[in-house]
């Protein structure tokens, strides 16, 4: 079953810009969680978000989430290069297990 | 360096062989994971441990099994390999529950 929907698939912006991400979900949710793969390596925790916070702040990312649309946002900050790769949202389902997006594709263009 | 190491990195395969993608994890963590990831479907959970001496079925458990005889390795086997198999297959740990997962680097699988 595929919980987490990425939208958009793919993104090309120039650095400097900002890129947002977002991920709609189904059912309620303890946590979502973002990640990044870059090509070629296993996927990187970035992010979590609990279901009883609205936003959080990791250095250029900010996550929000809002339950009531079952929807987050990864949102990056003057993007860069090496912020090129693909991103991926995960839910919980409330169960212990996380289910993934099928991920959205970011390049970011020197 | 801590974290997961998946082997081998890549394998061609014949179809109706076996074969055993191997996964140690050096972070003392309770639960390990392997998922599939195909292109444009993400990543599929084949089997889990929460911890030494259990195992689960995940989203996607047929032609695969798993062992967990200690917390460090958790390998996994295709005991007679299929075409549909092919895939990229990631190995993760965590603490457990819904908590944040580390991940290996992946087997690339191709199974002709």
């Known amino acids: 079953s595929q919980q987490g929907e990425e939208d958009p698939q793919a993104l090309s912006i120039q650095e400097g810009e900002n890129a947002t991400m977002n991920c709609s979900y189904k059912t309620s949710i303890n946590n979502l969680q973002w990640y990044r793969q870059n090509s070629g390596r296993g996927l990187v925790h970035l992010i979590l978000i609990r279901s009883n916070e609205r936003e959080k702040h990791s250095g250029r990312l900010r996550v929000t989430l809002d339950t009531s649309k079952k929807s987050s946002s990864l949102l990056i900050t003057a993007s860069r290069a090496a912020d090129t790769a693909s991103y991926f949202c995960a839910t919980d389902e409330n169960t212990d297990k996380l289910i993934f997006g099928t991920g959205t594709r970011l390049q970011v263009f020197p | ?112």
């Open chain 2, 1 to 112: 360096i801590a974290g997961i190491t998946q082997a081998p990195t890549s394998q061609i395969l014949a179809a109706g062989r076996r074969m055993t993608l191997r996964c140690t994890q050096d972070m003392r963590h309770n639960a390990m994971y392997w998922y599939r990831q195909d292109l444009g479907l993400g990543l599929r959970l084949i089997h889990y441990s929460n911890t030494a001496g259990t195992t689960g079925k995940g989203e996607v458990p047929d032609g695969y099994s798993v062992s967990r005889a200690n917390t460090d390795d958790f390998p996994l086997t295709l005991a007679s390999a299929v075409p549909s198999q092919t895939s990229v297959y990631f190995c993760a740990s965590g603490t457990g529950g819904n908590q944040p997962q580390h991940f290996g680097d992946g087997t690339r699988l191709s199974i002709l």
